[in-house]
């Protein structure tokens, strides 16, 4: 990595060995932050911590939603930097494709469980560790599909509204000294959503009226915003990423 110069700042960031999320670490890192990032798979983890930068990066492998990760997560992000400013809760999962009337009720716990208790868990255990006393920001990584229906991902995008409202609650609570907002992201160019481009990317960018599907620079940019100093006033929002394609809702 080219050398900046440090920020003094530390992000944790979540679900980052890949896609949205390490796109956001880039966007810290080339600011000055240094990370903690999490995944599942802990050979990819090493992979993106060698090629982010090991100097300013360190990960811890787990799964999102365990609480002992979670709390080994912010211990070590606090033992490696000594403060954790900012939490990206950026981790998710969408295991199923279908309709919501025929959804597995097991399969709905689990991506509730991923996609929501998990986010909350590490709010709370970084607001008890470090911000309460110091400050910070979250930045909670939601979707589109929370702001409308979204056939054959109903429990993903029920999942995503309901993260949406945690960020109010969140907000309101943690107030003044923390901020904490949402983005919304449309598709993203990542492993994650490759199924809903893949072999069609052509015909899918050209339902967006700025006639590209997002990359994870474009989250990793308002994601660095969000948790800067010209953000300083806003909070409880969610912010819609999507290439424009919310303009043609309700048009054919």
Not at 94 to 103: E, Q
Not at 192 to 203: P, S
Request: net charge negative; proline share 3%.
């Amino acid at each position: 990595m080219t050398t900046v110069e440090l920020s003094g700042k530390v992000a944790l960031i979540t679900g980052a060995s890949r896609g949205i999320g390490y796109g956001i670490a880039e966007a810290l890192l080339a600011r000055g932050d240094r990370v903690c990032i999490t995944g599942r798979n802990e050979d990819a983890l090493k992979e993106a911590v060698e090629t982010l930068g090991a100097d300013r990066v360190i990960g811890v492998a787990g799964k999102a939603h365990d609480e002992d990760h979670q709390a080994v997560a912010v211990e070590r992000t606090l033992e490696a930097f000594g403060r954790v400013d900012f939490l990206v809760n950026n981790a998710g999962t969408n295991p199923v494709f279908g309709p919501i009337a025929d959804l597995d009720l097991n399969v709905a716990r689990k991506v509730f469980e991923t996609n929501v208790v998990s986010a909350l868990g590490f709010a709370q255990k970084t607001w008890h560790a470090w911000q309460k006393e110091n400050g910070g920001a979250i930045v909670n990584i939601t979707s589109v599909a929370g702001l409308s229906a979204s056939p054959f991902i109903g429990a993903y995008g029920v999942s995503k509204a309901a993260m949406d409202n945690l960020t109010l609650q969140l907000a309101h609570e943690y107030a003044p000294r923390v901020r904490v907002n949402s983005i919304a992201p449309a598709v993203v160019k990542t492993k994650f959503a490759q199924a809903l481009y893949e072999g069609r990317e052509e015909e899918a960018a050209a339902a967006y009226p700025l006639g590209r599907l997002g990359m994870p620079s474009d989250i990793g940019g308002a994601a660095a915003f969000l948790t800067s100093a010209q953000a300083d006033w806003i909070t409880g929002q969610t912010l819609v990423v999507d290439g424009g394609i919310f303009l043609k809702a309700g048009n054919s």
